[in-house]
């Protein structure tokens, strides 16, 4: 009888694992339809490759600015309060999260006359 009872349990915990684990998985394949984008942009003088980035609203994006130019370029994307600054030939990586509404949002380079100079780009959120 006690054995019974133990085997009953056991079987009980068995399928309330098997359960979480479908749970746990479904949740997570849900999530990684926003999975994070990890994506490099190089700095040069005076424009950003690429110019545009695509990413989903919240999205979590790993941005590795890579200066390749001669001078010191920054990335700025104010409305995610976002500031790269890259030495020449140095690489600098920063975590965001994209903006919750869709649309398009200009970055630039804010060092005097790079703007000017055509170093901008657009994330485009949708
Ligand atoms: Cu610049």
Not at 23 to 43: D, K, R
Not at 47 to 68: E, F, H, R, S
Request: hydrophobic residues 45%.
């Amino acid at each position: 009888m006690t054995r019974r009872t133990i085997l009953l349990f056991a079987a009980v915990a068995m399928v309330a694992l098997g359960l979480a684990a479908c749970g746990g998985g479904a949740s997570s394949s849900g999530s990684s339809s926003a999975a994070p984008l990890t994506l490099t942009v190089t700095a040069t003088e005076f424009k950003y490759d690429p110019a545009v980035i695509n990413a989903t609203p919240g999205q979590t994006i790993n941005l590795t600015v890579k200066n390749i130019g001669s001078v010191q370029h920054t990335f700025v994307l104010a409305t995610a309060n976002v500031k790269i600054t890259v030495d020449p030939g140095k690489s600098v990586t920063q975590t965001f999260t994209a903006p919750a509404t869709a649309g398009t949002y200009a970055y630039e380079c804010d060092i005097a006359g790079h703007k000017e100079a055509g170093m901008v780009g657009q994330l485009i959120v949708k």
